[in-house]
């Protein structure tokens, strides 16, 4: 009866070993990164210095996937469907991870479309990236039936001029879809296109909004590793009451296998 009840316990601290391990994951390996609050992370084409060229500014307080370390000076993101390449000296400075507030897809958050939708020219050029080449589309579009559905991002040329990177609907019989093309701030009409207005993304709020705790360093390979002002950002705490109940757990069941093992049996009577 006494190697039952020991095996038995056994099983259940391998069980609670395993759970506390499955919490620690879950707070601690999130592929997702968002870009600190006045901030902006540029984006690149290819992972070598000699030919980066930019293909769009993520926005202060947006979220990307992190998808791979590419090699010392460069990992692969993506962010909206659009996938490319980052500097790690970047990513460590200017951006932080995400946590389980943000959800289950926590880069997809485009911002409001609603002051897109006026334009001060009458035709609308689109410019599209490929190659590292910028290219308009061959005829721009009447804006009066242009309707912009969503905004990610921008490009800011050597001159400083801001390309917004958007998705929108050509009003023409069925609606034709014309998605990731960059159009230029200066052709909406109103002043709120820039890049100062963007709002902060909700899943920054949502964080931020009950994340109080002290800053905790981290490298970028790691599960810990956090960006902030100072290559560090406050680390999530919502699995530590967790943590400590499964400590306690263990340590009460290490104790009693260790009584029920050197406990002297009871000879029975008659012998």
């Not at 020991?6 to 919490?23: E, H, N």
């Not at 507030?101 to 880069?107: D, H, Q, S, T, V």
């Not at 009451?241 to 093992?261: G, K, M, S, T």
Request: aromatic letters at 12%; proline letters at 3%; charged letters at 15%.
């Amino acid at each position: 009866m006494k190697k039952v009840i020991i095996i038995a316990m056994l099983l259940s601290l391998l069980c609670v070993c395993g759970m506390s391990a499955g919490v620690c994951y879950a707070e601690e390996s999130s592929t997702y990164y968002y870009v600190n609050s006045g901030k902006e992370l540029t984006v690149y084409s290819s992972p070598q210095i000699g030919s980066n060229s930019t293909i769009m500014q993520i926005p202060s307080t947006y979220a990307f996937k992190y998808v791979k370390e590419e090699n010392n000076t460069f990992v692969e993101i993506e962010y909206n469907g659009c996938k490319g390449y980052v500097l790690v000296s970047d990513l460590s400075s200017s951006c932080a991870q995400v946590n389980a507030k943000w959800g289950n897809n926590p880069y997809a958050y485009a911002f409001n479309a609603t002051d897109f939708n006026a334009f001060n020219v009458d035709n609308v050029t689109a410019y599209y990236y490929d190659n590292n080449v910028w290219t308009a589309e061959s005829n721009s579009t009447p804006a009066s039936l242009i309707t912009v559905k969503n905004v990610y991002g921008y490009y800011k040329d050597n001159n400083q001029e801001v390309y917004f990177l958007i998705d929108f609907v050509i009003n023409v019989a069925n609606g034709i879809d014309m998605e990731k093309r960059y159009v230029k701030a200066s052709d909406f009409s109103t002043s709120k296109v820039n890049v100062s207005n963007i709002p902060q993304s909700e899943g920054y709020k949502a964080q931020t909004a009950t994340d109080n705790n002290p800053p905790t360093s981290g490298n970028i390979n790691s599960g810990d590793h956090n960006g902030g002002n100072n290559g560090t950002t406050p680390k999530d705490t919502s699995n530590s009451f967790e943590r400590y109940i499964l400590i306690a757990v263990i340590a009460v069941l290490c104790v009693v296998i260790i009584i029920l093992i050197f406990a002297p049996t009871k000879k029975r009577r008659g012998q």
